[in-house]
Protein backbone atom coordinates (compact mmCIF):
# COMPACT_ATOMS: atom_id res chain seq x y z
CA UNK A 1 0.00 0.00 0.00
CA UNK A 2 1.22 3.63 -1.05
CA UNK A 3 0.40 7.18 -0.65
CA UNK A 4 0.25 8.31 -3.87
CA UNK A 5 0.30 11.91 -4.74
CA UNK A 6 -0.42 13.27 -8.35
CA UNK A 7 1.30 16.52 -9.18
CA UNK A 8 3.60 16.07 -6.85
CA UNK A 9 6.08 18.28 -9.14
CA UNK A 10 4.19 21.51 -8.30
CA UNK A 11 3.50 24.17 -5.61
CA UNK A 12 1.31 22.39 -3.42
CA UNK A 13 2.57 18.79 -4.55
CA UNK A 14 5.72 18.87 -3.13
CA UNK A 15 4.55 20.71 0.51
CA UNK A 16 2.10 17.79 0.52
CA UNK A 17 5.39 15.50 -0.02
CA UNK A 18 7.72 17.48 1.99
CA UNK A 19 4.88 16.97 5.21
CA UNK A 20 4.29 13.29 4.39
CA UNK A 21 8.25 12.62 4.59
CA UNK A 22 7.48 13.82 8.34
CA UNK A 23 5.18 11.59 9.07
CA UNK A 24 5.48 8.18 6.84
CA UNK A 25 9.00 6.09 5.80
CA UNK A 26 10.00 7.72 1.77
CA UNK A 27 8.91 4.28 0.58
CA UNK A 28 5.34 4.57 1.07
CA UNK A 29 5.30 7.53 -0.84
CA UNK A 30 4.46 7.67 -4.52
CA UNK A 31 5.10 10.39 -6.48
CA UNK A 32 3.41 11.16 -9.69
CA UNK A 33 5.01 13.39 -12.30
CA UNK A 34 5.21 14.05 -15.60
CA UNK A 35 8.98 15.00 -15.83
CA UNK A 36 11.01 12.59 -13.84
CA UNK A 37 13.99 14.89 -13.79
CA UNK A 38 12.35 17.34 -11.70
CA UNK A 39 11.87 14.46 -9.00
CA UNK A 40 15.41 13.57 -8.96
CA UNK A 41 15.58 15.35 -5.40
CA UNK A 42 12.49 13.46 -3.77
CA UNK A 43 13.95 9.71 -5.99
CA UNK A 44 16.96 10.33 -4.21
CA UNK A 45 15.75 10.45 -0.78
CA UNK A 46 13.74 7.25 -1.67
CA UNK A 47 10.15 8.51 -2.95
CA UNK A 48 9.08 5.71 -5.52
CA UNK A 49 8.97 8.03 -8.73
CA UNK A 50 5.58 7.54 -11.42
CA UNK A 51 5.56 9.48 -14.40
CA UNK A 52 2.41 9.82 -15.74
CA UNK A 53 0.63 12.31 -17.74
CA UNK A 54 -3.50 12.83 -17.03
CA UNK A 55 -3.89 13.37 -20.82
CA UNK A 56 -2.46 9.76 -21.47
CA UNK A 57 -5.10 7.12 -19.59
CA UNK A 58 -2.00 4.81 -20.82
CA UNK A 59 0.17 5.91 -18.86
CA UNK A 60 -2.08 5.21 -15.35
CA UNK A 61 -2.50 1.42 -16.35
CA UNK A 62 -1.35 -0.48 -13.20
CA UNK A 63 0.66 2.89 -11.36
CA UNK A 64 -2.46 1.98 -8.48
CA UNK A 65 -2.31 -0.63 -6.84
CA UNK A 66 -5.31 -1.79 -3.93
CA UNK A 67 -5.09 -0.19 -0.76
CA UNK A 68 -3.90 2.53 -2.15
CA UNK A 69 -4.65 5.84 -0.83
CA UNK A 70 -4.34 8.46 -3.78
CA UNK A 71 -3.96 12.36 -3.50
CA UNK A 72 -5.23 13.89 -7.08
CA UNK A 73 -4.19 17.11 -6.98
CA UNK A 74 -6.34 19.09 -9.98
CA UNK A 75 -4.09 20.16 -13.50
CA UNK A 76 -3.91 23.85 -14.50
CA UNK A 77 -4.27 22.94 -18.44
CA UNK A 78 -7.71 25.11 -18.56
CA UNK A 79 -7.39 24.41 -22.01
CA UNK A 80 -7.41 20.80 -22.28
CA UNK A 81 -10.65 19.71 -20.59
CA UNK A 82 -9.61 19.12 -17.16
CA UNK A 83 -12.66 17.19 -15.98
CA UNK A 84 -11.73 14.20 -18.91
CA UNK A 85 -8.33 14.56 -17.47
CA UNK A 86 -9.06 14.22 -13.77
CA UNK A 87 -11.26 11.39 -15.09
CA UNK A 88 -8.20 9.36 -16.16
CA UNK A 89 -7.20 9.09 -12.86
CA UNK A 90 -10.43 8.64 -11.08
CA UNK A 91 -10.68 5.34 -13.48
CA UNK A 92 -7.45 4.08 -12.94
CA UNK A 93 -8.05 4.34 -9.12
CA UNK A 94 -11.30 2.46 -9.32
CA UNK A 95 -10.37 0.00 -11.65
CA UNK A 96 -6.97 -0.75 -9.01
CA UNK A 97 -9.66 -0.53 -6.18
CA UNK A 98 -7.76 1.92 -4.19
CA UNK A 99 -8.72 3.15 -0.34
CA UNK A 100 -9.51 6.68 -0.63
CA UNK A 101 -8.99 9.10 -3.78
CA UNK A 102 -8.72 12.77 -2.30
CA UNK A 103 -8.95 15.37 -4.59
CA UNK A 104 -8.02 19.18 -4.54
CA UNK A 105 -11.36 21.12 -5.05
CA UNK A 106 -12.42 24.71 -4.82
CA UNK A 107 -15.37 25.79 -2.16
CA UNK A 108 -18.87 24.72 -2.57
CA UNK A 109 -20.13 28.36 -2.96
CA UNK A 110 -17.91 29.23 -5.18
CA UNK A 111 -19.98 30.31 -8.52
CA UNK A 112 -16.74 31.39 -10.61
CA UNK A 113 -16.43 30.02 -13.80
CA UNK A 114 -12.99 28.34 -12.62
CA UNK A 115 -15.03 25.93 -9.86
CA UNK A 116 -16.78 24.60 -13.18
CA UNK A 117 -13.96 21.81 -14.01
CA UNK A 118 -13.99 21.16 -10.03
CA UNK A 119 -17.96 20.37 -9.83
CA UNK A 120 -17.36 17.92 -12.93
CA UNK A 121 -14.40 16.46 -11.38
CA UNK A 122 -16.45 16.17 -8.14
CA UNK A 123 -19.38 14.61 -10.30
CA UNK A 124 -17.53 12.08 -11.89
CA UNK A 125 -15.90 11.10 -8.41
CA UNK A 126 -18.97 10.69 -6.46
CA UNK A 127 -20.16 8.61 -9.81
CA UNK A 128 -17.51 6.28 -9.43
CA UNK A 129 -18.12 4.52 -6.65
CA UNK A 130 -14.22 4.77 -5.46
CA UNK A 131 -13.92 6.19 -1.52
CA UNK A 132 -13.24 9.65 -1.97
CA UNK A 133 -12.61 12.55 -0.25
CA UNK A 134 -13.34 15.94 -1.19
CA UNK A 135 -10.83 18.71 -0.30
CA UNK A 136 -12.56 22.19 -1.34
CA UNK A 137 -9.27 24.35 -0.96
CA UNK A 138 -10.11 28.02 -0.90
CA UNK A 139 -7.39 30.28 -2.07
CA UNK A 140 -4.45 31.08 -1.34
CA UNK A 141 -2.33 33.54 -0.01
CA UNK A 142 0.46 33.07 -2.55
CA UNK A 143 -2.04 34.62 -5.92
CA UNK A 144 -1.29 37.54 -4.14
CA UNK A 145 1.95 37.43 -2.46
CA UNK A 146 3.78 35.37 -5.01
CA UNK A 147 3.36 38.71 -7.32
CA UNK A 148 4.16 41.52 -5.28
CA UNK A 149 6.42 43.70 -7.92
CA UNK A 150 4.15 45.28 -9.96
CA UNK A 151 2.25 46.18 -6.79
CA UNK A 152 5.25 47.44 -4.93
CA UNK A 153 6.07 49.70 -8.12
CA UNK A 154 2.79 50.97 -8.70
CA UNK A 155 2.02 51.57 -4.56
CA UNK A 156 -1.58 49.66 -5.39
CA UNK A 157 -3.38 46.36 -5.24
CA UNK A 158 -5.61 46.20 -8.03
CA UNK A 159 -8.72 44.18 -7.98
CA UNK A 160 -12.56 43.77 -9.39
CA UNK A 161 -13.77 42.32 -5.43
CA UNK A 162 -15.67 45.47 -3.63
CA UNK A 163 -15.28 45.49 -0.51
CA UNK A 164 -15.75 41.68 -0.18
CA UNK A 165 -13.27 39.07 1.87
CA UNK A 166 -11.29 36.29 1.23
CA UNK A 167 -10.27 33.77 3.87
CA UNK A 168 -7.24 32.55 2.10
CA UNK A 169 -4.64 30.11 3.65
CA UNK A 170 -1.18 29.27 2.80
CA UNK A 171 -0.37 26.42 0.44
CA UNK A 172 1.52 24.73 3.46
CA UNK A 173 -1.76 25.05 5.50
CA UNK A 174 -4.13 23.33 2.01
CA UNK A 175 -0.85 20.66 2.33
CA UNK A 176 -1.28 20.00 6.07
CA UNK A 177 -4.74 19.12 5.88
CA UNK A 178 -4.03 16.83 2.61
CA UNK A 179 -1.76 14.92 4.73
CA UNK A 180 -4.16 14.49 7.87
CA UNK A 181 -6.68 12.96 5.49
CA UNK A 182 -3.89 10.59 3.49
CA UNK A 183 -2.43 9.19 6.67
CA UNK A 184 -5.25 9.17 8.72
CA UNK A 185 -8.72 7.40 9.02
CA UNK A 186 -12.19 7.89 8.94
CA UNK A 187 -12.47 10.71 6.08
CA UNK A 188 -13.88 8.45 3.52
CA UNK A 189 -17.05 10.12 1.63
CA UNK A 190 -16.46 13.32 3.64
CA UNK A 191 -16.31 16.73 2.14
CA UNK A 192 -14.22 19.46 3.82
CA UNK A 193 -14.54 23.18 3.02
CA UNK A 194 -11.25 24.33 3.57
CA UNK A 195 -9.73 28.22 4.11
CA UNK A 196 -7.98 30.74 6.43
CA UNK A 197 -8.75 31.15 9.67
CA UNK A 198 -9.12 35.26 8.98
CA UNK A 199 -11.28 36.74 6.07
CA UNK A 200 -9.66 40.11 4.66
CA UNK A 201 -10.18 42.51 2.34
CA UNK A 202 -8.28 44.13 0.07
CA UNK A 203 -8.20 47.26 1.36
CA UNK A 204 -6.61 45.61 4.88
CA UNK A 205 -4.37 43.53 2.55
CA UNK A 206 -2.98 46.99 1.32
CA UNK A 207 -2.99 48.42 4.50
CA UNK A 208 -0.80 45.24 5.40
CA UNK A 209 1.61 45.39 2.85
CA UNK A 210 1.80 49.22 4.04
CA UNK A 211 2.80 48.18 7.15
CA UNK A 212 5.40 45.71 6.22
CA UNK A 213 7.10 47.93 3.65
CA UNK A 214 6.76 51.25 5.08
CA UNK A 215 5.24 52.93 1.75
CA UNK A 216 2.03 54.01 1.06
CA UNK A 217 -0.11 51.50 -0.85
CA UNK A 218 -3.43 51.55 -1.37
CA UNK A 219 -6.47 49.46 -2.26
CA UNK A 220 -7.31 50.31 -6.18
CA UNK A 221 -10.91 48.68 -7.04
CA UNK A 222 -11.61 47.94 -10.86
CA UNK A 223 -14.62 46.55 -12.71
CA UNK A 224 -14.07 42.98 -13.60
CA UNK A 225 -13.92 44.49 -17.24
CA UNK A 226 -11.15 46.96 -16.61
CA UNK A 227 -9.61 44.39 -14.82
CA UNK A 228 -10.04 41.75 -17.69
CA UNK A 229 -8.59 44.35 -19.67
CA UNK A 230 -5.35 44.88 -17.61
CA UNK A 231 -4.83 41.32 -17.23
CA UNK A 232 -4.86 40.69 -21.34
CA UNK A 233 -3.07 43.71 -21.67
CA UNK A 234 -0.44 42.40 -19.15
CA UNK A 235 -0.14 39.15 -21.92
CA UNK A 236 -2.40 37.01 -19.95
CA UNK A 237 -4.76 35.41 -22.60
CA UNK A 238 -8.08 36.85 -22.98
CA UNK A 239 -10.56 33.86 -21.39
CA UNK A 240 -8.25 33.40 -18.63
CA UNK A 241 -8.15 37.35 -17.65
CA UNK A 242 -12.13 37.13 -17.55
CA UNK A 243 -11.82 33.76 -15.58
CA UNK A 244 -9.65 35.04 -12.42
CA UNK A 245 -12.01 38.73 -13.03
CA UNK A 246 -14.60 36.21 -12.47
CA UNK A 247 -12.64 34.94 -9.05
CA UNK A 248 -12.98 38.35 -7.94
CA UNK A 249 -16.65 38.65 -8.45
CA UNK A 250 -17.20 36.13 -6.43
CA UNK A 251 -14.54 37.41 -4.07
CA UNK A 252 -17.39 40.42 -3.96
CA UNK A 253 -20.59 37.91 -3.17
CA UNK A 254 -18.58 36.74 0.06
CA UNK A 255 -18.51 32.89 -2.22
CA UNK A 256 -14.40 32.63 -0.93
CA UNK A 257 -14.96 33.43 2.61
CA UNK A 258 -14.74 29.90 4.68
CA UNK A 259 -15.38 29.78 7.98
CA UNK A 260 -16.29 25.41 8.51
CA UNK A 261 -13.17 25.61 10.68
CA UNK A 262 -12.24 22.60 8.41
CA UNK A 263 -8.62 23.77 7.59
CA UNK A 264 -7.13 24.11 11.02
CA UNK A 265 -9.28 21.69 12.32
CA UNK A 266 -7.37 19.12 10.08
CA UNK A 267 -4.31 21.12 10.33
CA UNK A 268 -4.03 20.55 13.74
CA UNK A 269 -3.01 24.50 14.19
CA UNK A 270 -4.27 27.74 13.41
CA UNK A 271 -3.56 28.72 9.64
CA UNK A 272 -0.48 30.84 8.77
CA UNK A 273 -1.42 34.36 8.75
CA UNK A 274 -2.00 36.65 6.01
CA UNK A 275 0.84 39.09 7.54
CA UNK A 276 3.13 36.11 8.01
CA UNK A 277 3.30 35.01 4.12
CA UNK A 278 3.24 38.89 3.17
CA UNK A 279 6.26 39.27 5.46
CA UNK A 280 7.82 36.14 3.34
CA UNK A 281 7.49 36.91 0.32
CA UNK A 282 8.79 40.44 1.14
CA UNK A 283 11.88 38.86 2.16
CA UNK A 284 12.90 36.83 -0.84
N1 LIG B 1 -6.73 27.31 -4.38
C1 LIG B 1 -6.04 28.17 -5.10
O1 LIG B 1 -5.85 29.35 -4.74
C2 LIG B 1 -5.44 27.72 -6.37
C3 LIG B 1 -4.64 28.60 -7.10
C4 LIG B 1 -4.04 28.14 -8.26
C5 LIG B 1 -4.29 26.84 -8.68
N2 LIG B 1 -5.09 26.02 -7.95
C6 LIG B 1 -5.37 24.63 -8.35
O2 LIG B 1 -4.62 23.79 -7.47
C7 LIG B 1 -3.69 22.99 -8.21
C8 LIG B 1 -2.41 22.86 -7.41
O3 LIG B 1 -1.90 24.15 -7.15
P1 LIG B 1 -0.36 24.45 -7.37
O4 LIG B 1 -0.12 25.79 -6.81
O5 LIG B 1 0.44 23.29 -6.92
O6 LIG B 1 -0.30 24.53 -8.98
P2 LIG B 1 0.96 24.19 -9.90
O7 LIG B 1 2.22 24.52 -9.20
O8 LIG B 1 0.65 24.82 -11.19
O9 LIG B 1 0.90 22.60 -10.03
C9 LIG B 1 0.05 21.94 -10.92
C10 LIG B 1 0.51 20.50 -10.95
O10 LIG B 1 -0.35 19.77 -11.83
C11 LIG B 1 0.48 18.99 -12.67
N3 LIG B 1 -0.18 18.77 -13.94
C12 LIG B 1 -0.75 19.68 -14.76
N4 LIG B 1 -1.21 19.09 -15.87
C13 LIG B 1 -0.91 17.77 -15.75
C14 LIG B 1 -1.11 16.66 -16.58
N5 LIG B 1 -1.68 16.78 -17.79
N6 LIG B 1 -0.69 15.44 -16.16
C15 LIG B 1 -0.07 15.32 -14.96
N7 LIG B 1 0.15 16.35 -14.12
C16 LIG B 1 -0.26 17.57 -14.51
C17 LIG B 1 1.74 19.82 -12.87
O11 LIG B 1 2.79 18.99 -13.31
P3 LIG B 1 4.26 19.57 -13.60
O12 LIG B 1 4.92 19.68 -12.25
O13 LIG B 1 4.85 18.56 -14.50
O14 LIG B 1 4.08 20.91 -14.26
C18 LIG B 1 1.95 20.36 -11.47
O15 LIG B 1 2.63 19.43 -10.69
C19 LIG B 1 -3.54 23.75 -9.54
O16 LIG B 1 -3.14 22.86 -10.58
C20 LIG B 1 -4.93 24.30 -9.76
O17 LIG B 1 -5.81 23.31 -10.26
C21 LIG B 1 -5.64 26.43 -6.81
Known sequence: MSIVVTGATGHLGRHVVEQLLDRVPAEQVTAVVRDAGKAADLAGRG???????YSAPETFD??????????LISGNEFDKGRVGQHRVVIDAARAAGVALLAYTSAPGPLSAALADDHRGTEQALLGSGVPYTLLRNGWYHENYTENL????????VLAAAGEGRVSSASRADYAAAAVTVLTGEGHENRTYELGGDVAWSFAEYAAELSRQTGREIVY????????????????????????FAGVDVSIEKGELVVDSGDLSRLAGRPTTPLAEAVAAALKD
Open 62 to 71: GLFAAGDKVL
Open 220 to 243: NPVTPEALTGMLSGAGVPEPMAAM
Open 149 to 156: APVLEHGA
Open 47 to 53: VRIAVAD
